[in-house]
T-cell receptor, first 115, second 115 residues
Framework: DSGVTQTPKHLITATGQRVTLRCSPR?????VYWYQQSLDQGLQFLIQYYNGEERAKGNILERFSAQQFPDLHSELNLSSLELGDSALYFC??????????????FGPGTRLTVL | GQQLNQSPQSMFIQEGEDVSMNCTSS?????WLWYKQDPGEGPVLLIALYKAGELTSNGRLTAQFGITRKDSFLNISASIPSDVGIYFC???????????????FGTGTRLQVFP
């Protein structure tokens, strides 16, 4: 158990819908990362937040957005869902001082299926 | 999306055998990480490497940070059935993710261990 929690574990929805994935980082971790893992693309970095502010953006679509709240939990919003959005979405967290790197601890993931 | 080249893609070995896998990049990284992912779970950090040339062990696992900072390898000695899973390398910092903490993941090595 990494200490990172994600809900829900599974999500099945239809094309065109909108969903919200939730992540609670490890106690004390200020930084949250979102990743998408699909069969054909492997594990891809989407976006990072540090202490409530967006810090880095990766391959995140414009239909997707995220935020980190004052209590440090984070939500990833996926809208106008397409079949190709079906994937495992992972959240990771770390204690990240500015410009220094640290290990990221991964949550169990949310499996999204778009029908 | 960006990915590191990891080889081999799959390995099928007998219990007790040693395993070696590596990861290469066209760009340098400041940190190399190795993760193991079990089916339906998030990646779990195995080893983190912070200096070029560094050799680090974690039980039966040994990993090295290449001197050029563009590669890393992971060895597993005396494999056991619970070593089954997908192993990912990841690079952090350096030329691709300068000034951010995002991880660039390898394509993964799927390990199967037969008793």
């Amino acid at each position: 158990d990494s200490g990172v929690t994600q809900t829900p574990k599974h999500l099945i929805t239809a094309t065109g819908q909108r969903v919200t994935l939730r992540c609670s980082p490890r106690s004390g971790d200020l930084s949250v990362y979102w990743y998408q893992q699909s069969l054909d693309q492997g594990l891809q970095f989407l976006i990072q937040y540090y202490n409530g502010e967006e810090r880095a953006k990766g391959n995140i679509l414009e239909r997707f957005s995220a935020q980190q709240f004052p209590d440090l939990h984070s939500e990833l919003n996926l809208s106008s869902l397409e079949l190709g959005d079906s994937a495992l979405y992972f959240c990771a967290s770390s204690v990240v001082p500015t410009l220094l790197v640290d290990e990221q601890f991964f949550g169990p993931g949310t499996r999204l299926t778009v029908l | 999306g960006q990915q590191l080249n990891q080889s081999p893609q799959s390995m099928f070995i007998q219990e007790g055998e040693d395993v070696s896998m590596n990861c290469t990049s066209s760009s340098i990284f400041n940190t190399w990480l190795w993760y193991k992912q079990d089916p339906g779970e998030g990646p779990v950090l195995l080893i983190a490497l912070y200096k070029a040339g560094e050799l680090t062990s974690n039980g039966r696992l040994t990993a090295q940070f290449g001197i050029t900072r563009k590669d890393s390898f992971l060895n597993i000695s005396a494999s056991i059935p619970s070593d089954v899973g997908i192993y990912f390398c990841a690079g952090q910092g350096g030329e691709i993710s300068y000034n951010t903490d995002k991880l660039i993941f390898g394509t993964g090595t799927r390990l199967q261990v037969f008793p």
